[in-house]
Structures are given as structure tokens and as C-alpha cells.
């Protein structure tokens, strides 16, 4: 059933109801008249122990169970058909001009969308209009996000550091030091790490650049910064060093508290772990009490305790081809290694885990993509040709090719709606 015909009919009972008439009289004298007789006395044993005139509660009743439960058996189908159908084509409900220069990469924040180049970052809304901007010159910019409502863009091997939200540029500074790593706290507390040789400084910078606290590392000691990690309150951080030796290498996650309250020293180290022969090259906290580090063979979920402790280890025996995730959940994708004997042809396979270790979905797919992200409870996955949307439970939901080269892919709020941004255009579309 359509949705606009059952809201019709619900509109026809409805109306039927607050007349109270048991059928619909219309224009008909002589319905008229017997309605009249009714109310004036006639046999209302016809109509059980109501007034003359009037539905029977009990009818009521009966009417608003058939009613309600047309709803939700509606409403039931919906959802499944939503769920389980795959989507092959897709409508353009809105197109507007697009002017970015080339070299333009997109994020998003909030409810709006982030550009940014070399040359300045841009905050539009969903629409494409313009809602601040701020201009700099940065040869490699880097980027972190924290809670999707803080953002930080760094000058990689530079010295510029610029944090803001959707809503407005909350700072920006200058650091004496080239950067070599950023990470924000929802606060706008950001983490950097820079060079001085065989020296690395891990300095906490206020929004605008103030240092709350910094810690010095030697590649000696530690080995070199491969990604840092400051929690979303700002007061704790997590550092992957790799180090070089007797011809192997092994990774140092090194934990920091920065509060008042931690008993650290004088260098807020509260710990650290080794894990000889492995490379983490990705940190981040789900959330406050969940540090993750992502490592070429699986990942580590950590305990929040004073002294760090894995929670959570999950290993694959796969290489990782890719890695993405959000406060609920972290994904890969590898290489799928099935006999192709069996028929099997898709390319890729990929697994999401929650944060309990526990994985959530496998499934494979074909395609070329060159992004893939987990928005909501959905995988979105793209390439300038091909668009692809996965479902928490493995189901290819979407998947069409575009007609012009794609830049960016993002939901929309509603019902199977998405943002498709171009060369040209940034393009609303519905799947269906």
C-alpha cells in the first residue's frame, strides 16, 4: 500500500468519526431523513446501546484497532523492504554549481560540509551556501576530527595550525616547529607533534595556541612519532612510536595525562606497551574511555585505567587493505582470498567489529573504490565512476555508477538520500 492512499483513507474513517455516522450520507435526501429519525427517538436498538445517531464506543474501538494496525503492519513492510532491497538507480532531486578548484578535499562536520585546500578551508551547508571561510597557505595539509564537531587542519612538515567548528574558526597559530602530527579534543585542546632533529616535542596548544604542556622524546628512547591521539576531554593522549633495531622493528604506544588528578610525573607518562615486529600507524578514542590503535595485522582496544591494558585484541591474518570507523564501530577491508575456483569474483571483503572485539558483518564486493567510510550505521564506499552503500548487516543497499566524476559521498537526513558532490556540481540525490 502507498503511503499517500492509506492517508487518505484514514482521512475519509477519521472524518466518518467525528460525524458520527455510521456510513457516509452524502448528498442523499433521503439519508437525511432517517439520520433525523434517528435522533428523534427512533429504534435505537439498531445500534446497540449508543444515542440515536451515534458510532458504539465498542465500534470505535474496533475502527482505531483496524486503523492502527494498518499502520503498523504499513510501517513494518516499509522498514523491511527499506532494509533489504538493493537499489540500482538513482534520481537527482537537486544539482547546484560547484566551483571548487582542483586539489579540493571535503569533510564532514555537523550538518555542513568542510572544503579544504592548500589555499583555505570553506564551510558550506547542505545547500552549497556559504557559511564561513578562512584563508591560508598550506602546502600538505593534514586533518582530524573529533565527535564529528571539531576540526583541526595542520601544515604537514609546516608551522600553521587551524581549529574550528561548523559554526565558526574557534583559533589559529603557528608553531615554532615543523608539524609532523594533529589531533583535536572536542574542547578544541590539540595535540601536535614536532621535529627538532633526532628531538620530538608532544605540546597540548589551547585553541589559540597557548601550550598547556609538553613532553620531550628522543628517537633514541622512543623511536619515531607514527600518529597521536588526544582524548575528546583533552587531558589524555596516546602516542604510536616505531622504532629501529638490531635489524627489527617493533611499535611503543605510549600513554599521557595531562590532568591534575593523573600522578604522572614530570613527563605525565603513565605507561607504555610494546609489541615487537608489528607497525600501529593509526590511534583514536571511540570515545572518553575507549583508545583504539589500529596495527597492520588487527587492532587493540585499551582499558581507561591509570596504568595501560589491552581490553579488547582482535587479529587477522590478512593484509588490511583499508580501515575506517566511528564512535560505534571499526571496519577493514582486505583483499578477498577465496578460491576462485568456487565461483567467487568479488575483489574485495570487508569486516566490521565493535569495540568489544565482536564482529558485527562480513561481506564481499566487487568494484574499484578509492574511499570508504562508516556514516551512521552505513558503509559508504566510492570511486570517481561507481557509488556503493553497505548496511551494518551486509547488504549492498545501493550501488550504481555516476555520471560525472565523484569528489565527495555523504548521507542526508531522510530516507535513502545522499549528497554526491562533483567536478561541477554538488548533487542531492534519492536512491531507488
Given amino acids: 500500500m502507498k503511503f499517500g492512499d492509506l492517508k487518505k483513507t484514514l ?41 440515536a445517531g451515534e458510532v458504539p464506543r465498542s465500534d470505535r474501538r474496533l475502527l482505531m484497532a483496524v486503523i492502527l494496525g494498518v499502520v503498523f503492519v504499513a510501517t513494518i513492510g516499509f ?41 583555505g578551508v570553506f564551510c558550506v551547508n547542505r545547500k552549497n551556501a556559504a557559511k564561513w571561510s578562512s584563508a591560508f597557505s598550506m602546502q600538505a595539509p593534514i586533518t ?31 608553531t615554532e616547529l615543523p608539524i609532523l602530527g594533529a589531533s583535536v579534543s572536542r574542547q578544541g585542546v590539540t595535540a601536535l607533534t614536532t621535529a627538532d632533529g633526532e628531538v620530538t616535542w608532544i605540546t597540548l596548544y589551547t585553541k589559540n595556541g597557548e601550550k598547556i604542556a609538553e ?3 628522543t628517537v633514541g628512547d622512543y623511536g619515531y612519532p607514527l600518529d597521536i591521539a588526544v582524548s575528546p576531554n583533552g587531558k ?11 635489524g627489527s622493528i617493533a611499535t611503543t604506544i605510549a600513554f599521557f595525562d595531562f590532568s591534575s588528578a593523573s600522578g604522572a610525573g614530570a613527563d605525565h607518562l603513565t605507561g607504555s606497551v610494546e609489541y615487537p615486529g608489528q607497525v600501529f600507524p ?29 581490553r579488547e585484541k582482535v587479529t587477522f591474518t590478512d593484509e588490511i587493505v583499508s580501515t575506517f570507523h566511528n564512535a560505534s564501530a571499526v571496519g577493514f577491508v582486505f583483499e578477498n582470498r577465496t578460491d576462485s575456483s568456487a565461483g567467487v569474483e568479488d575483489r574485495w571483503r570487508t569486516e566490521l567489529y565493535s569495540y568489544t572485539g565482536k564482529r558485527m558483518m562480513q561481506m564481499t564486493f566487487d568494484g574499484s573504490y578509492s574511499h570508504i567510510d562508516l556514516d551512521g550505521d552505513e558503509v559508504l564506499a566510492w570511486s570517481e565512476q561507481y557509488l556503493m552503500v553497505f548496511t551494518r548487516h551486509g547488504k549492498i543497499r545501493f550501488y550504481s555508477d555516476f555520471e560525472e566524476p565523484v569528489r565527495f559521498f ?12 562533483t567536478r561541477h556540481n ?3 540525490i534519492r536512491i531507488r
Avoid at 466518518?16 to 439519508?31: H, I
Avoid at 574511555?289 to 585499551?302: C, H, N
Fill in 282 to 310: 593509526e590511534l583514536f578514542y571511540a570515545d572518553q574511555s575507549t583508545p583504539v590503535a589500529v596495527g597492520d595485522g588487527g587492532f587493540i582496544v585499551f582499558k581507561n585505567s591509570a596504568v595501560p591494558a589491552e
Fill in 144 to 174: 582530524d576530527i573529533c565527535d564529528d564537531h571539531t576540526m583541526v587542519i595542520a601544515e604537514q612538515q609546516g608551522t600553521q595550525a587551524v581549529v574550528f567548528t561548523e559554526d565558526g574558526l574557534l583559533g589559529s597559530f603557528e
Fill in 236 to 246: 589524555r593522549l596516546m602516542v604510536s612510536f616505531l622504532g629501529v633495531g638490531g
Fill in 11 to 51: 482521512a475519509g474513517w477519521a472524518a466518518k468519526l467525528e460525524l458520527g455516522r455510521p456510513w457516509d450520507a452524502g448528498d442523499d435526501p433521503e439519508n437525511d431523513l432517517e439520520m433525523i429519525r434517528l435522533r428523534e427517538g427512533g429504534d435505537s436498538g439498531s445500534w446497540g446501546d449508543a444515542p
Fill in 79 to 119: 522498514y523491511l523492504y527499506n532494509r533489504n532491497h538493493t537499489f540500482r538507480t538513482y534520481e537527482i532531486t537537486t544539482a547546484r554549481e560547484n566551483t571548487d578548484s582542483e586539489g579540493t578535499s571535503y569533510a564532514k562536520l555537523g550538518r555542513s560540509i568542510i572544503k579544504y585546500s592548500a589555499d
Fill in 215 to 217: 613532553v620531550r622524546t
Fill in 426 to 428: 554538488l548533487n542531492d
Fill in 410 to 421: 555523504t548521507r542526508l537526513s531522510g530516507s535513502r538520500r545522499f549528497t554526491v558532490i
